[in-house]
DNA sequence: CAAATGCTGGACGTTGTGTACGATTATGGA
DNA sequence: TCCATAATCGTACACAACGTCCAGCATTTG
């Protein structure tokens, strides 16, 4: 059984690193700082984590579920780059959390985390259309690169625009350019 | 007129820094390596830059006017995105660099800088294609978002195709997605 | 040649990191 | 309920890197 001081830490740790990122950006939180914020000793930080990306990497992981859980099951044939619009909106329901990610170097990390998501989704719709394997890695690295670029572009600018709006634009880009093999 | 101890120093500091991103990597170089590496003087650093970061920066300023130097003039309707072959082509050339600046997070800060240079060519390709403002800014950021993502992926992956292979299908993926308003 | 400017190298204080350890407290199984 | 076990705490320590300062020496420019 799961000791309830270890699943009470972790979960004040990752909290408390998540507010601090959203109020001051990932760079400038501190391991002491987290600590702090979770009334949590540093000595017992370290004793579950080993360094503050360690810490921010778990965290992801429950990310990576929600996003993945998130999608379709069944590829339709019919609505390829089904993720895009539910991408979308969940960025736009989290989207404190999510601007404070997409900018700073911390972001980085989290970024190439929803990639690798992204990625594997992208691949499962592909492998049907484009057999040769080299084309479609091409086509995943490229649609998912332009898929996060706009992405937060529209974060940093504030997510003006609707999840709709935005999905319709880059299923029109997108979609058009996988026509050859459509 | 400019000292020419200032220009040799700056020159062995930016050098000394690329040299050793390509060692070790953008993040484990500190300051301190750099000056050993360039024979100067830490305080003579600070005296010039105010941190690593400000030496990158503003050593990127040169690979900027590379980039855009090596650009066609004028845009020519039947071939647009004319970037793409060149700046494979470019990091083709200078593999080892971009690999140690693509990994990482002083890669970040360096594929940020290309980035600027690439959304300005695009803009000015597709300005005349797409009136909208609004879609032609979403499509400037996809376009490079997506190239750059195939760019990364193909130096991570020891650039095993060559620079027109990764050209052609850019294009075709890239092209496609523009038929609307071509 | 002389004044101005740049370089040196070392000292200093600061911040954040990661480790170690004994004392204290909460937990889950007997 | 009780107790062995395991988690937490606080503190202290060593360390790496940062950024600043300054007095003395070297080089450049006019």
Request: aromatic share 8%.
């Amino acid at each position: 059984m799961v000791d309830r001081r270890v699943a009470r830490t972790q979960a004040l740790l990752q909290r408390a690193h998540l507010s601090l990122i959203v109020e001051k950006g990932y760079d400038a939180v501190t391991v002491e700082d987290i600590c702090a914020a979770a009334n949590v000793g540093r000595s017992t930080f370290y004793a579950h984590f080993s360094s503050k990306e360690d810490l921010h990497r778990r965290g992801l992981g429950a990310l990576r579920q929600e996003l993945s859980a998130n999608q379709p099951a069944g590829v339709e044939p019919d609505h390829i780059l089904a993720f895009s619009l539910p991408m979308f909106e969940h960025a736009h329901a989290h989207i404190e959390l999510y601007r404070a990610l997409a900018s700073s170097r911390g972001g980085t990390i989290a970024i190439e985390s929803i990639r690798d998501v992204l990625r594997d989704l992208v691949r499962a719709e592909l492998t049907r259309l484009m057999p040769d394997r080299a084309a479609r890695e091409f086509a995943v690295q490229y649609l998912v690169g332009g898929f996060l670029a706009v992405l937060t572009w529209w974060l940093d600018g504030g997510a003006r625009s609707s999840p709709q709006e935005m999905d319709a634009r880059f299923q029109r880009l997108a979609q058009e350019g996988l026509r050859g093999w459509t």
